[in-house]
């Protein structure tokens, strides 16, 4: 099982670091943060660039604490947050499968990163060789709720998009 663990928790940590390296730096055939900054923008979040600085940072934080098992309740819970913005600002309007656009890819990435902060990081992790114990229902569901409301407050604050404001 601790294997199991270990395996999700690189690969989905990874994803997510290798995503917000796209948006920061342009790796990986990202478009780095200045086209970032321009998206975000056109969705409502503005500064465009501090939003994308910030969801970059916030990525490449996440997902390296979640691989490396280390506070995984806030790599779960930033996880959570990342990805229901994305889902609900940029593809729920594709509907649920991502080959239309839809959030389907968001919702594994944000589910399994708090799945693991209910079963915990497993043994070969940070918390576990640091005596850490940050897991079980009530951590998951702490951050899940803590999840759920930084992504709820990003949400609140976006503006209207550009293109919505042209057309009224």
Do not use: C
């Not at 948006?23 to 990202?30: N, P, Q």
């Not at 490449?60 to 889902?87: N, Q, R, S």
């Amino acid at each position: 099982m601790d294997f199991g663990i270990l395996l999700l928790r690189s690969v989905v940590g990874l994803t997510m670091a290798a995503h917000g390296a796209q948006k920061l730096f342009a790796w990986f055939g990202g478009p780095g943060l200045d086209k970032v900054a321009l998206g975000f923008e056109q969705l409502g979040f503005v500064p465009g660039r501090r939003h994308a600085r910030l969801a970059g940072l916030a990525e490449v934080g996440a997902g390296l604490l979640l691989a490396l098992g280390l506070f995984t309740p806030a790599a779960g819970a930033l996880i959570l947050a990342l990805m229901l913005v994305a889902a609900l600002s940029v593809h729920a309007k594709g509907g649920f499968f991502l080959t239309s656009g839809g959030y389907e890819y968001n919702l594994v990435l944000g589910i399994a990163g708090i799945s693991l902060v209910f079963t915990g990081p497993g043994r070969f992790s940070l918390d576990a060789l640091l005596g850490l114990s940050f897991t079980g229902l009530s951590w998951g569901l702490a951050a899940a709720i803590v999840g759920l409301a930084g992504g709820a407050v990003q949400l609140a604050g976006r503006r209207q998009p550009a293109a919505a404001q042209a057309s009224s």
